[in-house]
């Protein structure tokens, strides 16, 4: 019974180096979502993305973030050139179906030094 | 722009001392209304999904309702387990499934 898995759990990156975070989504889940969470701050919202899809990239800085849901494997959340304002939690969520409710994974905390 | 805001920011409460979360949205038009807990250092759980206004759930001492502007999250005879940051998010029927949040209320249950 597994639920949303990712990982790294903490990923240490200086600036200027590149960021791959990783989202397995729960069994029979083809819905993906990221969302970012800065310290003292709330949840906000970053991609939407269903198998090779982006659905909806709303929420993502427009440079050096990009996401992909491939075929097979993981959705992955990359960050190139990390900056120090990239440090904060970043949470994968997965859905069955449009409009269903989202399951959250543990998180990647990521520390830019 | 969909808006969460939730009260209070934190909150104590004594074991047993009953009280509620208050959730103010504005949305374009409310597909769903949820409400997570988050404990610290962990991904949020989900907790209840509400569609329509005069809407109630319920788990343990957990209830949720919705009005057409607001919802509360009511904790009846809360333990020290129940500590947690609980967290509010709306779903626009034209936002294309994200969710905007709150930025929580965290509660402590004092033994």
């Known amino acids: 019974n597994a639920g949303v898995m990712q990982n790294p759990r903490h990923l240490v990156r200086r600036r200027g180096q590149e960021a791959r975070l990783r989202c397995s989504p729960m069994k029979g889940h083809s819905h993906v979502y990221w969302y970012r969470q800065l310290p003292e701050e709330g949840l906000k919202f970053m991609v939407y993305?269903?198998?090779?899809?982006?659905?909806?990239e709303s929420g993502m800085p427009k440079e050096r973030f990009s996401a992909e849901f491939p075929k097979e494997g993981p959705s992955i959340l990359r960050i190139q050139q990390v900056v120090r304002g990239d440090s904060a939690a970043y949470f994968c969520?997965?859905?069955?179906?449009?409009?269903?409710?989202?399951?959250f994974g543990p998180g990647t905390r990521l520390t830019v030094t | 722009e969909d808006q969460v805001t939730q009260s209070p920011e934190a909150l104590r409460l004594q074991e047993g001392e009953s009280s509620s979360l208050n959730c103010s949205y504005t949305v374009s038009g409310l597909r769903g209304l949820f409400w997570y807990r988050q404990d610290p250092g962990k991904g949020p759980e989900f907790l209840f999904t509400?569609?329509?206004a005069g809407e109630e759930k319920e788990k343990e001492r957990l209830k949720a309702t919705l009005t057409k502007k607001e919802s509360f999250l009511h904790i009846t005879a809360p333990k020290p387990e129940d500590s947690a940051t609980y967290l509010c998010?709306?779903?626009?029927?034209?936002?294309?499934?994200?969710?905007?949040f709150g930025t929580g209320t965290r509660l402590t249950i004092i033994p």
């Open positions: 993305l269903q198998k090779e899809n982006i659905i909806d």
């Open positions: 969520a997965s859905s069955r179906d449009r409009g269903s409710e989202q399951y």
């Open positions: 998010a709306v779903q626009a029927v034209d936002g294309n499934e994200k969710l905007t």
């Open positions: 509400l569609y329509s």
